[in-house]
Structures are given as structure tokens and as C-alpha cells.
């Protein structure tokens, strides 16, 4: 018995020495960064196994080197998992290389080989990038001491009984599908009533955005079937957002529900935000729980839109789009947002109000055909990046500085194969790749300018939204 308490305690005391000794940030470092090295090695290994050219392997494994190095860094030595951060990581990861090698160059002029150099050059390499990622890349804003943290106190909202509630459904070209919407939305309305949730002055808005087809004559039809269906008709397609917006503005509720009319989002979850909002909630989200029924393309580029936003400090909720509970003293602050370039989806989170989110799986189109296509998308996309980040301005100056230093490095290059290793680069591409590269940052660089000239040009018009042609 003492033989196997004392194996026991020895054992204890063993593992929490390790969890001790991995405590040690400067040590997780030494062994991520020791796995990174490896991870490179193998990408490199096996494109070379899979018959990959040496230039490409190298190039290849150097690109996912770095993506691996900042993830494995940032998530168990750093603890910092901010995706924005690889700005800051790739220039000094820049910096770290030409440090070594500048080690390295110093280490063979006093006489060490290049396997002797390259050894001993790991150590302060080692130094320097621990401590440039730590207080440059990595680096945490301490938090303030509570007795610093100035509260501010409002009053909790009322929670209502038999709440009045509005339903804006954007439409445009919606024919197929709203007869269906329509039925569905007064079912769900008159249960809702039937238990007291919302009251009997509760309205559903339908908001034609200039369709071609029938869909105001439907919204005509539903009206006279029931006096709770209102029509609001645009002069002329104006946009989902302000087609949204026409319907925010002219809906009166305690609480105003937006949603598609394609019916692929969960109508019933509009009783769990009507509960959230008498709990006092001014802001409910609905956000899906998963994108299963989503192709892979769809999957991919969904996912690669939120984080890119993301990257790019635009505040969003990930995986929610238009479907969302407002208090009508949010819908008021709204209306003093006036740019000409809406982004809901990115506005709404900057209002700030107390929030939550309900979950639901989305649904497949009942009928008619997608109104957002890979062009809408790609375009919703530049919108909510050019209305709420100047990061692409930035990214402009980053990548000139980086084009810059590397024209540079290639002119001290050839200085220095022309006089010290008495050669010179043949050919015509070390010339002719650097213009045409050069050239075409130009170009993007001009091209991002124009984009936010162009949302100056628009803002300074001060157009309206939308032009109201008629209401039922």
C-alpha cells in the first residue's frame, strides 16, 4: 500500500511539474515553434514527394509555414486568437527572417561554416522573435481596474404584455412565393394573438421594392382580405436595404421584426424574440445554428466573407443576415444614420443596446429564384467593407512600403552579385516581372481609391433612400 501511494504521488508530482514547466509561455514558445519548424519541413517533403518542383515546393511551404506558425503562436503561447493580428504578424515575421539572416552573414565573416553559423544563429533569432511577437504582434491592452470602469445606468426597458408587433417583408419579384408567406405569417400572427403574446393592432408590412410582376397586386389582394396586411410600394427597385429601411421607418410597433419573404427563414423563432424582448432585450438576432444544407461553395465563401470582414474591423454577427427583432427606440436611432451606402447588417451591432441572438436551421427556398447571386454577393460584400473599414487605405500603404523594401533588397542584391561574386542575373525577367508586378499594385491600389471616391461622390449627393409611390 505505501509503494503504491507513494508510484501515485510521484506521479502527481511529475505531471504537475510538466503542467508547471508549460505554464512557462517562453517554453510553449520553444515547442510550438519547434513544430512549426517540423510542419514546414514535411509541406516541404511532400510536395516534393508529389512532384512538385523545388521552387514551388519551398514557396508552398513557406506560405503555409507562416499561416501555421501564427495560429499555433497566437492560440497556445499567446493565448490571443484575434484573426486581425496577421497584419502585424507578417511584416515582423518579415523582419525576424532578415535578422537571421543578417546573424547569420556576421557569424561567416568571423570565420564559423554555414552549418556552425546557421546553429548558432537560432539562439538569438529565438530572442528577438519571442520578443517581437509578444510585445509587438501578440501583444494585450491591460484591462481597467474595476474602480476605473465608469458604469452607466439606464433603465431597464418595460416589458410588455400583448406586445404590438410590426413584420417588414422586403419583396421584389416575389409572385411564387408570397401567397404562401402571406398565409404562413397570419397563421403564425393569429396564434400569437390567440395566447396574448402580441397584441390585436399587430400589422405584417409588405414593402414592394419596384417589382415587375404581380407581387403588388397580391399585397393589394391580401389587404383587402385582411385589414392587418399593409402595402408599401417604392417608386422604383431601390435595394433590399432600402427597401428594409422604407419599412422600418414606416411601421409603428413597440417591436419591429425585419425578414425575407423567401420563407427560408424560421417564422416561428419570431415568438422566441417577441420572449427575448420582454425580458428586455432591444435588439434580438436571428442567426443560424449551421450551414448543412448550404453547398461547399456556398459554405466556403460564406465563412470566408464573415472572417474577411472580420480581418478588416467590420463589427458583425456571424452567420445572421437581415432576420432581427428592433425596439422602436432603436428604429428611431437609426434614422440618424443617413449614408447613402447602407449596410444594415454592420450598422445595427454599432447602435450597441442591450442584444441577444435566438438559433434556427434556415430552410431551402420555397419558390421562386434567389435574388442575391454571386454578383449581389461579391457586391453586399465591398459594401460592408468600404462603408465600415478604412483598412483596405491602410493595406494600400503596407503593401507600398513592403514594395518598396523588397526593390530595394533586389538592388542591393545585384550590387552585390555584380561586384562581390562577379555575376550577373541573365535574362530580361528580373526586369520585365518587377514592372508588370509594380504595375498591377498601381492599379488595385487606384482601383480602391476610386471605390471610396466613388461612395464620396454618392454621400455628398444626399439623395433620398427610397420614393414612396403609394400605400395601402
Not at 146 to 166: C, D, R, S, W
Not at 185 to 205: F, P
Amino acid at each position: 500500500m505505501v509503494i503504491r501511494n507513494k508510484s501515485r504521488f510521484l506521479k502527481t508530482v511529475g505531471l504537475n511539474w510538466f503542467i508547471d514547466i508549460l505554464n512557462i509561455q517562453f517554453i510553449r514558445f520553444l515547442i510550438v515553434g519547434t513544430i512549426n519548424t517540423g510542419f514546414s519541413y514535411g509541406v516541404y517533403a511532400l510536395l516534393l514527394f508529389l512532384g512538385s518542383q523545388y521552387q514551388i515546393a519551398s514557396l508552398g511551404s513557406l506560405i503555409l509555414g507562416i499561416v501555421f506558425s501564427f495560429k499555433t503562436q497566437g492560440k497556445y503561447v499567446f493565448k490571443n486568437v484575434d484573426n486581425t493580428l496577421f497584419l502585424r504578424f507578417l511584416p515582423c515575421w518579415i523582419i525576424i527572417y532578415f535578422f537571421n539572416i543578417y546573424i547569420i552573414s556576421k557569424l561567416l565573416l568571423i570565420g564559423f561554416d554555414a552549418y556552425q553559423a546557421g546553429a548558432i544563429g537560432i539562439i538569438p533569432t529565438t530572442l528577438f522573435s519571442y520578443g517581437l511577437q509578444k510585445w509587438i504582434v501578440f501583444k494585450k491592452h491591460k484591462a481597467l481596474p474595476v474602480n476605473e470602469i465608469t458604469l452607466i445606468k439606464t433603465n431597464q426597458p418595460k416589458l410588455f404584455m400583448n406586445t404590438h408587433l410590426a413584420i417588414v417583408v422586403p419583396c421584389y419579384n416575389e409572385e411564387d412565393v408570397l401567397p404562401e408567406t402571406n398565409r404562413r405569417l397570419l397563421a403564425l400572427m393569429a396564434s400569437m394573438q390567440n395566447t396574448g403574446l402580441i397584441s390585436e393592432a399587430s400589422r405584417i408590412y409588405y414593402v414592394d421594392d419596384g417589382s415587375r410582376d404581380n407581387t403588388w397586386q397580391l399585397i393589394t389582394d391580401f389587404n383587402k382580405e385582411n385589414p392587418c396586411v399593409r402595402g408599401i410600394k417604392l417608386s422604383r427597385n431601390r435595394g433590399h436595404q432600402n427597401a428594409l429601411l422604407a419599412g422600418l421607418f414606416n411601421a409603428e410597433a413597440d417591436a419591429i421584426v425585419s425578414i425575407d419573404a423567401d420563407l427560408q427563414d424560421d417564422i416561428n423563432v419570431i415568438k422566441d424574440m417577441i420572449h427575448r424582448f420582454n425580458e428586455g432585450h432591444e435588439i434580438v438576432y436571428g442567426v443560424r445554428s449551421s450551414r448543412k444544407k448550404d453547398s461547399f461553395f456556398k459554405r466556403f465563401t460564406a465563412q470566408f466573407y464573415y472572417r474577411l470582414l472580420k480581418i478588416m474591423g467590420v463589427d458583425l454577427i456571424y452567420n445572421h443576415a437581415d432576420y432581427r427583432l428592433m425596439s422602436q427606440r432603436v428604429v428611431d436611432c437609426l434614422r440618424g444614420y443617413r449614408e447613402v451606402n447602407l449596410f444594415l447588417r454592420g450598422i445595427i451591432p454599432h447602435l450597441g443596446f442591450r442584444a441577444t441572438t435566438v438559433f434556427y436551421e434556415r430552410n431551402a427556398r420555397f419558390a421562386g429564384e434567389s435574388k442575391y447571386p454571386l454578383s449581389k454577393m461579391l457586391a453586399l460584400a465591398a459594401e460592408g467593407i468600404t462603408s465600415f473599414s478604412v483598412m483596405p487605405l491602410r493595406m494600400i500603404t503596407w503593401l507600398g512600403i513592403i514594395v518598396s523594401v523588397g526593390s530595394l533588397l533586389m538592388v542591393i542584391w545585384i550590387v552585390f552579385g555584380k561586384y562581390y561574386l562577379q555575376a550577373t542575373i541573365p535574362g530580361w525577367a528580373s526586369s520585365v516581372i518587377p514592372i508588370y508586378f509594380i504595375g498591377g499594385v498601381q492599379l488595385l491600389s487606384i482601383g480602391i481609391l476610386g471605390e471610396y471616391l466613388s461612395k464620396i461622390y454618392m454621400e455628398t449627393k444626399q439623395r433620398p433612400h427610397y420614393l414612396i409611390e403609394e400605400t395601402i
